[in-house]
Each structure stands twice: as C-alpha cells, then as structure tokens.
C-alpha cells in the first residue's frame, strides 16, 4: 500500500515538472523496463539454446543409432514398438513421459521431432544403402500429421521448412497437401512447393505448369532445373514441347525452351519453329537458340533470311545458332552480316562464330582480319586522326583469336 502511495506521490511530483522534463523522465523509465526486458529475453534465449545444444550432443547421435538399427537391421517389427523405443531414447534424461501416448497423440516436443527429421534426411542422403522401411518411422512418429500442422503458421519461412521436409523425406503421400501451396501468393512458398511437388507427385508431377502465373525468378529457374536432371536420370521428363505451344505465361515458355534444349527433345523441334515468329522478342530469340542447340539444319536458312529484319536480341540469336549448326552453308551470310552492321559488339559476336567456323570460317576471318589491318595501318602512314573504332575492331579480331585478349 506504501508502494502504491509513493507511485501516486511521484506521479504528482512529475506532473509539476516542465513538459520538456516529464518527456525526458518518461523516456527514461522506457528504456530502462526495455532494458531489462531485453536482457531477461537473451538469458532466456541463451538458456534454451543451451539445453537445446546439450539436447543434441546427448540425444541425436543415440536417435541416428536407432534408425540405422531400424533401417538396416530391421529391428524392431512394429510401429508400436518404434514408437516406444523413441521415446525412451528421448526421454533419457528422466523427463517426464507425456500422457495420452496409447492413444497417438503427438510423441515428442517439435524440437525432438525437427531433430529426429533431420537425422533421417541425413541418413536418407548418405547411406549408400536402400531401405523400405522409412514409412514404418514416418508412419510411428506421426511425421505427415506433424509436418501438416506446420502449415497452420503464418510463416512464409515455417511452410517452406515444411514443404521441403515432405520433398527430402519423399513423402508421395503428402503431394496432395503440397499441391494447395503450388499456388500460393507468396513467391517463396509457392516455388518449394512446386519443386516438392514435381519431386513427389506419381500421377501428375507437371500439373502446376498448366496454371502457372507470373514471371519464374533466376533462383526457381535454378532449383527446377537442377531438379528436372534428377528426373531424366531416374523416371524420365514429359516433352515440353505442349506447354511451349499453349502456355500463355512468356516467363514459362522462356524456361522450357532452355529445358526442351538442354535436354534434347528434338520432337519439340515443330513447336519451337512456330515460336521464332512470336511477338516477344526474348522469346524469339530463346527460339531461335534452342533450334540451333536441337540440331534443326532445315531451319537455318529461313533464319538467316529474316536475320536483317530482326531487333538486336534475335540477331545475335540467329548468329549464335549458326554457329551452333556449323553447317558450313552459312559461310557467305556471316561475312554479309560482318560487313552491314555497325555495332562493335554485333561484330565481334560474328568473328567469334565465324573463326570457328571450320577451316573456310578461319580463311574468311583472316580475310576479314587482313582488310581491318590495312586500313589501319594507312590511315597511320597517312598522319590521320586514327578513328578509334579500328582500335576496337582490330582488339575484337584480336579477342576471337584469344579470349585471353580483353575486348573493351
């Protein structure tokens, strides 16, 4: 009762201060109670850290011993029995059983399960070993049901967390569940749900490329690429070539060129033809490229015949697709485009295609070569003002000849 007097006294005693002083002491307590509440938070923070620490370098290598015994031993028969016997291997430390266990209720804190989730990725990555008897732990555990409640969060970084468990564990069951996040309006959740649902899913793993909305960021190009080589080394890859030809989102069609290229589906070869006329001229020139990658020699003189009608990206398309087909038709349409255009890096562009062109794309480029160097070397006999473009084209012709030579 005395305290509360003297709080009431002090209120008082600050209320006849000036307004300046009353911020001033009002600012004060502030910082102090955040202070203290700061500090109370990091003891905390450090105190559970430490248990968590203590927890791991007890408890993980004892949970990664069970399983190995499970996996590769076949110890223990039932799922009853694993459940048991992980939780005894948890509760080493005469914790407290939780109640309700008979009657599945979750086995173990989320702590104790992120731990024995990430052992069994680890193993499932490292062991050169197979097993099939990951279902009888994840099934023991409770793991799907234990993964599913995670998506209650608002957390972008929580569901990520959780979709890319689901994809490292290979949980196919859970691809429905998935499939929901795979048009999520947050980016990031909804790019780990697509590579996880394109790595689980048996019936339709490319579903997501039908409603695929928005441009595809360099980071998800990435991960999905790197997830397709997966596929075609194991069950295969579907031919790209029927979301090229009817997917309206560029962003994706884009992708899949590089992908139906990269993979050599030359039966797309039809599809992508019909694209080098679209009116996105990133897309035409991805087009224009990945025929060239597929090998369409058909295709190259239609190509060098538009080449003058074409912006910038597409000439260099076309440019570089001849030199991918190499098919030495080409020869006299390099040197025509050498000499019309009258851009620097076009130029080098082409001297870089035409030396390695074969020995008549050498002969040409020498040629070429020789022509530059005679009118450089005139206009120095002449005392002339040396126009700073032959530098550039000599340097150019110079850097086709050697990378190593800086060009700019």
């Given at each position: 009762?005395?305290?509360?007097?003297?709080?009431?006294?002090?209120q008082f005693k600050i209320r006849a201060y000036p307004l300046v002083i009353q911020i001033s002491i009002a600012f004060i307590?502030?910082?102090?109670?955040?202070?203290?509440?700061?500090?109370?938070?990091?003891?905390?923070?450090?105190?559970?850290?430490?248990?968590r620490e203590k927890l791991q370098n007890k408890v993980a290598p004892k949970i990664h011993e069970l399983f190995e015994k499970i996996l590769f031993e076949d110890y223990l028969d039932t799922e009853d029995e694993i459940r048991k016997e992980f939780e005894k291997t948890v509760n080493k430390n005469n914790r407290r059983r939780r109640k309700g266990f008979g009657k599945k209720k979750q086995v173990s804190n989320s702590y104790?399960?992120?731990?024995?989730?990430?052992?069994l990725i680890r193993i499932r990555n490292n062991s050169h070993e197979e097993s099939t008897r990951y279902p009888m732990i994840f099934n023991a555990l409770q793991i799907e049901k234990y993964l599913g409640s995670k998506f209650s969060f608002t957390s972008s970084g929580t569901k990520k967390k959780a979709i890319s468990y689901f994809s490292e564990l290979g949980m196919a069951n859970s691809d429905s569940t998935i499939l929901t996040y795979t048009y999520s309006n947050n980016e990031e959740v909804q790019t780990e749900a697509r590579l996880s649902y394109l790595n689980l899913s048996k019936n339709d793993p490319y579903r997501f490329f039908d409603e695929l909305k928005g441009d595809m960021t360099k980071w998800s190009q990435v991960k999905l690429m790197n997830l397709l080589i997966e596929q075609s080394n194991t069950v295969g890859l579907p031919n790209f070539g029927k979301w090229i030809g009817y997917s309206t989102n560029d962003s994706l069609v884009i992708f899949l060129l590089k992908a139906a290229a990269y993979f050599n589906q030359k039966k797309a070869i039809e599809i992508i033809r019909s694209k080098v006329k679209d009116v996105n001229h990133e897309l035409?020139?991805?087009?224009?490229l990945a025929l060239g990658k597929l090998g369409d020699v058909e295709y190259e003189e239609v190509l060098t015949r538009i080449y003058f009608n074409e912006p910038d990206i597409c000439q260099e398309a076309i440019i570089r697709c001849v030199g991918f087909l190499a098919t030495g038709k080409s020869l006299e349409f390099l040197k025509l485009a050498f000499q019309d255009s009258k851009d620097l890096d076009a130029q080098k562009n082409i001297a870089l295609v035409m030396y390695d062109y074969g020995p008549e794309g050498k002969a040409m480029f020498a040629e070429l070569k020789s022509e530059m160097e005679k009118q450089l070397e005139e206009a120095k006999n002449d005392d002339e003002l040396v126009d700073v473009e032959l530098f550039y084209?000599?340097?150019?012709f110079k850097h086709a000849e050697n990378d190593l030579i800086l060009y700019k």
């Open positions: 009762m005395e305290f509360i007097n003297w709080l009431y006294s002090l307590f502030m910082s102090l109670f955040m202070s203290i509440f700061f500090m109370v938070y990091l003891t905390l923070l450090r105190r559970v850290y430490a248990i104790e399960m992120d731990l024995a989730i990430d052992t035409r020139a991805e087009a224009i084209r000599d340097l150019l």
